[in-house]
């Protein structure tokens, strides 16, 4: 099968090389010509375990030439949608894209399947999408076909998600895009939904909105546990024998970042408010999840005072395995400290040239130098924290690191 994938991000990148091993004939098509060039010389300009091994087996060509897509049996939507301001999903980006999508198949007679890939609002695919992509006259289900099938992809499981995914969700238009579809999945072994382009999109918004509850909510445990001498951790332990509530996201810390959790959850709300809904419990975890990620800086303020004082930090990237520090808890406690007047040394094996972009006046040392300042922050759970030498140290916790005990000084976020 011939398809093109508009936007070669996490989404597009990833899907467009894990196809292409499968056998399909793959174009990517980017606005970023760096990137563009970047994958056409066979390799990866994100970190994603096992990305770079696959681009440099497979023949994925990228372009920023939109005209490429003529020829697609399918064209995936996976450019990004981040939020505005206020909270509300941005369009930009996708209104572009099919912008460009339609010129481009402009004089083309073929059939293709457009699939949505990015995770949109309720209601965008047939209120936003289509109408641009009918506005040469030509039909949704007549001339080309469209489906939303969004994607659950973890950030640095994103190869491994792919090639193993838990579901897959098929919104279609009409019965043949969904079948086309289901044909591109054949060979994978996975639970299918078949349903409408709406249900598709809340799908993904309310998985994304359950998981930070769950997030938030262990969190506040976590609080309560920590005033009381429990430990959190033994009580998630002891709670997730209950299949009803599992082990997942059960993690006591300083709560979820990432490039879709905060954002599309924000974006749930406003659409909530918009319709004249309250939306208290969505609300709630937001708040409390803003909150908790200056837990660490209440602690430390305990022990020291801020200003002038040497505060290193362990982790910029939102989770381990990941050079993606898009809304990252390290970007809160950056700006906070800096506020106190601390000095601000940090350290991330893979996500220090993107946090250098949102803060270039703070120091990037390496990791002994970190430990050698009056207090460190662990902030990302990275492996390699897990045997540095903490003794005699001041340590606040955020992510539950078990030698980390060692130190001088040591009070865990939740714990
Ligand atoms: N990152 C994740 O883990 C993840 C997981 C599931 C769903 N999603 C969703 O998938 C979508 C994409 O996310 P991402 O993380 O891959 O985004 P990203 O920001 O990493 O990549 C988006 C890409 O689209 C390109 N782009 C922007 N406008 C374009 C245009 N008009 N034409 C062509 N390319 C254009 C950008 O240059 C960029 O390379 C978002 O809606 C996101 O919420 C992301």
């Known amino acids: 099968m011939r398809i093109s994938i508009v936007g070669s991000g996490y989404v597009g990148l990833v899907a467009g090389a894990c ?30 375990d096992g990305l770079n091994e696959i681009l440099g087996q497979v023949h994925v060509r990228a372009t920023t030439d939109y005209r ?17 301001e206020d909270g509300s999903m941005s369009l930009e980006h996708i209104i572009r894209a099919t912008e460009q999508i339609v010129t481009a198949m402009e004089g083309g007679k073929g059939y293709h399947v457009i699939v949505v890939k990015s995770t949109v609002i309720p209601g965008t695919t047939e209120g936003v999408i289509i109408p641009i992509l009918e506005r040469t006259g030509r039909k949704a289900g007549r001339d080309f076909g469209v489906c939303m099938s969004p994607e659950f992809l973890r950030e640095g499981k994103a190869v491994y998600d792919f090639m193993n995914p838990m579901r897959l969700i098929v919104g279609e238009f009409d ?16 639970p299918v939904l078949r349903t409408n382009l709406r249900t598709a999109e809340m799908i993904k918004v309310a998985s994304n909105a359950f998981l930070t509850m769950k997030v938030s909510f262990i969190n506040e445990i976590g609080n309560i546990c920590k005033q009381l001498s429990i430990d959190t951790y033994e009580v998630a332990k002891g709670m997730a024998f209950d299949d009803r509530i599992g082990s997942k996201f059960l993690d006591a810390g300083i709560g ?9 959850l924000r974006a749930l709300i406003v659409k909530a408010r918009q319709m004249g809904y309250e939306p208290g419990i ?3 975890i937001l708040h409390s999840n803003e909150k908790q990620a200056l837990k660490p800086l209440q602690l430390l303020k305990k022990h020291i005072s801020l200003e002038g004082a040497r505060i290193g930090l362990l ?30 040394k940090a350290y991330d094996p893979l996500a ?8 270039p006046q703070i120091d990037y040392v390496a990791v002994e130098e970190v430990l050698n300042c009056d207090a460190i922050l662990i902030i990302t759970e990275w492996e390699e924290f897990k045997d540095l030498d903490y003794t005699g140290k001041i340590v606040i916790d955020g992510r539950r690191i078990p030698k980390a005990r060692e130190a001088r000084i040591y009070e865990g976020a939740c714990w």
Not at 175 to 190: C, P, T, V
Not at 256 to 264: A, I, M, Q, R, V
Not at 315 to 340: C, H, M, N
């Open 19 to 48: 196809l292409a091993k499968l056998g399909s004939e793959v174009t990517l098509i980017d606005t970023d010509s760096e990137r563009v060039e970047v994958v056409n010389n066979g390799l990866s300009p994100i970190h994603e």
């Open 68 to 84: 490429q897509i003529v020829d697609a049996d399918m064209i995936f939507l996976c450019v990004g949608t981040p939020i505005d």
């Open 175 to 190: 019965k043949r895009s969904g079948d086309a579809l289901l044909d591109l999945y054949r060979n994978f072994n996975m």
């Open 352 to 359: 220090v040239a993107n946090f250098k972009k949102l803060f």
């Open 256 to 264: 979820f970042g990432g490039s879709c959790l905060p954002k599309d």
């Open 282 to 284: 969505l609300e709630e």
């Open 315 to 344: 982790g910029l990237a939102f989770k381990p395995e990941t050079d993606d520090v898009r809304d990252s808890r390290a970007i809160w406690i950056v700006q906070a400290l800096l506020q106190e007047g601390a000095v601000v």
